[in-house]
């Protein structure tokens, strides 16, 4: 069973960094996709980065040019680098996994089948 843990969350200032990992257990190999998603209080959850296996990225308008993606895969971890953080980007951060090889929507949380447990960030200003 394919199990996705979270962890690097935290509470930091406006302007400040994090960088979230996030380790799948369970299985040899990265999975094919993964994306990181966050869900605010109040709010729907919302997809903030996905990669696929040839590296490619998508990324909301909202993070771009602060937050970047990438994976190791001798550790079969996935990393999301937060820069720049604002008190808007506080929120539940999940990591999300699917073995297909390609999604139609990398930011749709529906294109994934596995999920990790979160972990909070919260951006005081």
């Known amino acids: 069973q394919v199990q996705l843990v979270e962890s690097g969350g935290g509470s930091v200032q406006s302007g400040g960094s994090l960088r979230l990992s996030c380790t799948v257990f369970g299985y040899t190999y990265m999975p094919n996709c993964m994306g990181w998603f966050r869900q605010a209080p109040g709010k729907e959850r919302e997809g903030v980065i996905g990669?696929?296996?040839?590296?490619?990225?998508t990324y909301s308008d909202s993070v771009k040019g602060r937050f970047t993606i990438s994976q190791d895969s001798a550790k079969n971890t996935l990393y999301l680098q937060m820069n720049s953080l604002k008190p808007e980007d506080t929120a539940m951060y999940f990591c999300?996994?699917?073995?297909?090889?390609?999604?139609?929507?990398?930011?749709?949380?529906?294109?994934?089948?596995?999920w990790g447990q979160g972990t909070q960030v919260t951006v005081s200003s």
């Open positions: 999300a996994a699917d073995f297909r090889l390609l999604l139609p929507h990398p930011l749709f949380e529906q294109e994934y089948n596995y």
């Open positions: 990669i696929d296996m040839y590296g490619r990225t």
